[in-house]
């Protein structure tokens, strides 16, 4: 096996390990998460995050990847254009998977008037029916959709040789992805494993659709 192979595995062993291991502390903080978000969930903060929550949302991710493609545009940089649509493409791709799965798995919202737990696909599916949103609460949409959106940057960031872009890239991606996951568990509607595996699903999608694209920015 090449060298160069070799350290693919190992370097996707390596982010496999810290994912798990980010995922399980998520669940055992669980509900020390929900006990904080009660005890000092309100005012300003409550009111900020469901700010965040409603207009960082596909409002905020769409508004972000026009204004990305007309600085690409402004600048008469294909690479820029062709990254935004990436982005946008990933953020689309994260939603739909988090849709998908939250569907499915029925876990009860923090903030929702029933018992903790997983109810599965017989609450989480029935979509029409007025209450089926209190069921549908791992993984976190809002965050899968940012955290998709802000991977490929960060990703592509990562590669760049200028230090500036680089650790701007990845700041900007870190800062958006951990907003919006702070506002959906500050506002009651998510538990910190939520928002932790959505973050993981979104640089997951955001990862594979650039490992698909040729000729991406990298100076």
């Excluded at 192979?5 to 996707?12: A, D, F, N």
């Excluded at 007309?70 to 990436?86: K, P, T």
């Excluded at 998977?97 to 939250?102: C, E, L, S, Y």
Aim: positive net charge; charged residues 15%.
């Amino acid at each position: 096996m090449p060298q160069s192979l070799w350290g693919r595995w190992l370097v996707s062993g390596l982010w496999f390990i810290l994912g798990s291991v980010v995922v399980v502390c998520a669940f055992w903080a669980d509900d020390w998460g929900v006990e904080v978000v009660r005890l000092h969930g309100s005012g300003w903060s409550r009111w900020l995050a469901g700010r965040v929550s409603y207009w960082g949302d596909w409002y905020g991710v769409a508004a972000l990847g026009v204004a990305f493609w007309g600085w690409g545009h402004w600048s008469s940089s294909l690479d820029v254009r062709r990254l935004a649509l990436i982005m946008g493409l990933s953020a689309a791709v994260a939603g739909m998977g988090a849709n998908i799965v939250r569907a499915t798995t029925g876990r009860a919202r923090p903030n929702a008037e029933v018992a903790s737990g997983w109810y599965g696909p017989a609450k989480g599916l029935r979509v029409w029916t007025r209450g089926a949103r209190d069921f549908q609460s791992f993984p976190s949409a809002h965050t899968a959709v940012v955290a998709g959106f802000f991977a490929p940057l960060a990703l592509v960031a990562f590669r760049s040789r200028r230090r500036a872009r680089r650790w701007g890239g990845m700041s900007l991606a870190l800062f958006g992805t951990g907003l919006m996951a702070w506002a959906r568990v500050w506002a009651g509607a998510h538990h910190l494993s939520d928002v932790a595996v959505a973050s993981l699903l979104g640089l997951g999608v955001g990862g594979l659709v650039i490992s698909r694209v040729r000729r991406l920015p990298h100076k």
